[in-house]
C-alpha cells in the first residue's frame, strides 16, 4: 500500500506542488530530447533511402566529435575544423558507398544489417587509434549556465543546442521537400526500382544519404561532446536511438523527432520524479521500458510510414 | 509503282539498315542458374511501335528489363548476345546511362512514387537531364497536354490516384526523361477496356506528334496489334512468330491463342506440327 501510494500518488502531489520545478525538469528534457531525435534522424535517413538498419550510426556520432575535437585540439579555428570534418564525413560517405555498399547490393538486410556493425567497429578503432581514446573536453564557446526564462531556471547550453538541431531539421525538409535531389530522395525510399527506371542513380543517392547522416552525426556529437567531453560513451548514448526509433517508427522523420523529445522529457521526469521511489537510474532504463510497451502495443511505432491503401 | 509504296520500301530499307533498337539473340539468366530467354532477338525501327506479345512468363518484361538494364538490381544477367541502341552496344550500361541515351522502361505495374504528388512523380523523370529548368517546364506542359487528367491531379499524392492515372503518370514521368523510345511493359494491366483504349491512343498521339518510339509488351494482344505496326510473339523465353501487325492479326494461330477466336484445345505453338520454327542465329 505504501509503496503503491510512493509510486501512484506521491509524485504526482510533488509535481502539483512544485509545477514550476516539473516545467524545468520537462524542459530540460525536451531539450536534451532534441539530442537523441538528432541521433534518430540520421539512422531514419539512411534506412528510408536504403532499407538497410545503419548499426554505426553511433559510431558515427563518435568519429565525427572525435575528429572535430581532434583539430580544434591541434589549433585550429571552430570553422576551419567544422569545415574539414564535414569534408571526412563525406569522405567516409563515398568510401562506405564504394567499399561496403556496392559490392552488397541486392543482398539481404541482414547482410548489409551485418555489415555496419562491421563499419562500426572500424570507426570506433580507427577514431581511437589516430585521436586517443582519453576524454576530451570541447569546448565550442556556448555557455554553460542557467537562464531565467519567464521565471524557469533553464540551460543555456541546451536551449542553444535545441536551436541549432531545429535548424538543421528546418534545413533538411527545406533540402528533401524543394531541391531535385531532395525529391529523388524521397522517390528512392518509396520504390527504388521505379527511381532507377528514370535514371535515378542510386549509388549517387547512397552517398548522399551517408552524407547527410554523417552531417547529422556531427552535429549531434559536437552537442554530446560539448555537454559529456568527447569519449567512448557517445557512441553509447547514439544507442538511445533505438528506443526513440521503436517509438517513432523507422520510416518516419517527425516520428524520429517526436520520439526523440517524449524520450528525452520522459526519462528526465521520470528520474527527478520517480527516482527515489524506484531506486534511480530511471534514466539509463526509462527509454528501454518505454519501447518495450510501445513493441507490444504499437510495433510501427508513432508515425510508422502511412502506407496507402486505395479502396 | 505507286509513291506510296516507294515511301514504304524506303522506309523498310532505312530501318533494315539500322534499326533504333536492336536485340540480338539474348540469353537471360536470373540468379545464376535460371535460363528465362533462351536467345531472343528483334528490332525496333526507329519512330515504331512495335508489340511484344506472349502469356504469363513467356519472358516478355524481362526482354524490356534487360534491355534497360534494370534486370541487374533483380539478380538477373545476359549472358549471351547483344543489344544495341543506334549501333552502340548497351547492355553492360547503368540504367542511369540508358536514360542519358534515351531509352526509359514504364515498369508493370506502374510503380509511382505513391508519397510524392504525381508532379514531384512527373518531375523525377526528368532527375537526368541537365538542360535547365525552362525546358523542364515546357516538357511538363507538354505532358500535361497529352494527359489533360494528370493536370487535374497534379497535387494528389500518387498513391491516392485511380489506375488509370497512375498508368498516365509512369507514362508521363518517362515521356519526362525526353526518351527516344520508351519500354511499355502492360499498360493495359488491371485497367477498364475503355480506359485502356484511352492510353492506347495516347500513346500513338506520341508516336506520331512527338515521334517517341514504343516497344510494348503487352498480353492484350487484341489492343496491342491494332496499335502496332509491328509484333513478335513471345513463348517461353522464344520468339516464335514474328510479323507486321496486319499479317499477325490475320494469322490463324494468334487468332486461336491470343485473340480467343479458336476453336480447338491447342496449348501452344510447339505443338503445332505443321508450324516450322524460324531459325535464328544460325
Ligand atoms: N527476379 C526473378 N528471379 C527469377 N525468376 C524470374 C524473375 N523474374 C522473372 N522470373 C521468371 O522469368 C520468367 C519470365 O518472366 P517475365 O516477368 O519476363 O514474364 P512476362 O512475359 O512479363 O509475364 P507477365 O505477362 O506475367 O508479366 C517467369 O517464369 C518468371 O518466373
Ligand atoms: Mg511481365
Redo the contacts between chains.
Keep these: 500500500m505504501e509503496t503503491l501510494s510512493a509510486v501512484l500518488v506521491e509524485p504526482f502531489v510533488a509535481i502539483a506542488e512544485a509545477p514550476m520545478f516539473f516545467f524545468e525538469v520537462l524542459i530540460g528534457g525536451l531539450l536534451s530530447g532534441v539530442m537523441y531525435a538528432l541521433v534518430a534522424l540520421g539512422f531514419v535517413l539512411i534506412f528510408k533511402a536504403s532499407g538497410v538498419f545503419n548499426f554505426a550510426q553511433g559510431a558515427m556520432v563518435l568519429f565525427a566529435a572525435l575528429f572535430f575535437v581532434g583539430f580544434i585540439d591541434l589549433g585550429w579555428p571552430i570553422w576551419l575544423s567544422l569545415v574539414v570534418t564535414v569534408g571526412v564525413m563525406v569522405l567516409l560517405a563515398l568510401v562506405i558507398e564504394r567499399a561496403v555498399l556496392r559490392p552488397l ?2 543482398q539481404d538486410p541482414i547482410i548489409l544489417f551485418m555489415a555496419t556493425i562491421g563499419i562500426t567497429f572500424f570507426l570506433d578503432g580507427f577514431g581511437q587509434t589516430l585521436w586517443g581514446s582519453d576524454v576530451r573536453r570541447l569546448d565550442i564557446g556556448i555557455p554553460d549556465d542557467p537562464l531565467i526564462v519567464a521565471g524557469l531556471y533553464v540551460n543555456q547550453f541546451d536551449i542553444y543546442a535545441a536551436v541549432i538541431c531545429g535548424l538543421l531539421v528546418l534545413g533538411l525538409a527545406l533540402f528533401f521537400q524543394f531541391t ?1 535531389t531532395g ?2 530522395l ?2 528512392v ?13 542510386l549509388n549517387v543517392i547512397w552517398a548522399i544519404v551517408w552524407t547527410v547522416a554523417g552531417i547529422v552525426g556531427l552535429v549531434a556529437g559536437i552537442m554530446w561532446g560539448a555537454k559529456l567531453g568527447v569519449q567512448f560513451n557517445l557512441a553509447l548514448i547514439a544507442l538511445k536511438a533505438l528506443p526513440v526509433l521503436i517509438l517513432g517508427g523507422f520510416t518516419s522523420v517527425p516520428g524520429a523527432i517526436v520520439g526523440g523529445l517524449i524520450i528525452g522529457a520522459g526519462e528526465k521526469v521520470a528520474e527527478v520524479f520517480w527516482g527515489e521511489v524506484l531506486g534511480g537510474a530511471i534514466e539509463d532504463w526509462f527509454a528501454y521500458m518505454l519501447a518495450m510497451v510501445f513493441l507490444l502495443f504499437r510495433p510501427q511505432g508513432l508515425f510508422g510510414e ?1 502506407i ?1 491503401e ?1 479502396v | 509503282m505507286s509513291t506510296a509504296t516507294l515511301e514504304r520500301n524506303g522506309v523498310a530499307d532505312q530501318s533494315a539498315a539500322e534499326p533504333l533498337l536492336s536485340v540480338n539473340n539474348i540469353e537471360v539468366v536470373y540468379d545464376h542458374v535460371i535460363l528465362v530467354l533462351k536467345g531472343v532477338s528483334l528490332q525496333v525501327p526507329k519512330g515504331g511501335i512495335v508489340a511484344l506479345l506472349g502469356a504469363n512468363g513467356a519472358g516478355k518484361s524481362t526482354t524490356l528489363k534487360a534491355i ?1 538494364t ?1 534486370l541487374g ?3 538477373g544477367e545476359v549472358t549471351k548476345g547483344s543489344i544495341t541502341l543506334a549501333g552502340e552496344t548497351v547492355h553492360h550500361l ?3 546511362q ?3 541515351r534515351g531509352v ?4 508493370e505495374g506502374r ?6 504528388t504525381v508532379e ?2 512527373l ?6 537531364r541537365r538542360d535547365g529548368s525552362a525546358a523542364i517546364r515546357r516538357d511538363l506542359e507538354m505532358v500535361y497536354h497529352y494527359f489533360p487528367r494528370l493536370r487535374e491531379r497534379r497535387k494528389a ?1 500518387a ?2 490516384t ?1 489506375g488509370g492515372e497512375q498508368q498516365m503518370c ?1 507514362i508521363g ?2 515521356l ?2 525526353r526518351p527516344r523510345v520508351v519500354l511499355l511493359d502492360e499498360p493495359s494491366m488491371g485497367l477498364a477496356p475503355q480506359l485502356v483504349e484511352e492510353i492506347f491512343e495516347i500513346v500513338a498521339k506520341l508516336n506520331s506528334e512527338e515521334h517517341v518510339t514504343f516497344l510494348l509488351a503487352e498480353q492484350n494482344t487484341n489492343m496491342a496489334l491494332r496499335y502496332a505496326r509491328f509484333g513478335y510473339v513471345l513463348e517461353n523465353g522464344r520468339v516464335v512468330l514474328d510479323g507486321d501487325a496486319e499479317s499477325l492479326r490475320n494469322n490463324e494461330d494468334v487468332k486461336e491463342f491470343y485473340l480467343g477466336l479458336g476453336s480447338s484445345g491447342r496449348r501452344s505453338f510447339r505443338e503445332i506440327k505443321s508450324y516450322k520454327r524460324r531459325k535464328r542465329w544460325l
Excluded: W
Aim: proline residues 5%; contains cysteine; glycine residues 4%.
Design positions: 547490393v541486392n531535385p525529391r529523388a524521397r522517390a525510399a518509396d520504390d527504388h526500382q521505379a527511381a532507377m527506371s528514370v535514371g535515378v542513380p502511412k496507402i486505395r | 534497360s534494370l538490381s533483380e539478380r547503368t540504367p542511369t540508358l536514360v542519358r526509359v522502361q514504364v515498369m510503380h509511382c512514387f505513391e508519397h510524392l514531384e512523380n518531375l523525377t523523370g526528368a532527375y537526368t499524392l498513391g491516392y485511380s509512369a514521368r518517362a519526362m526523361a
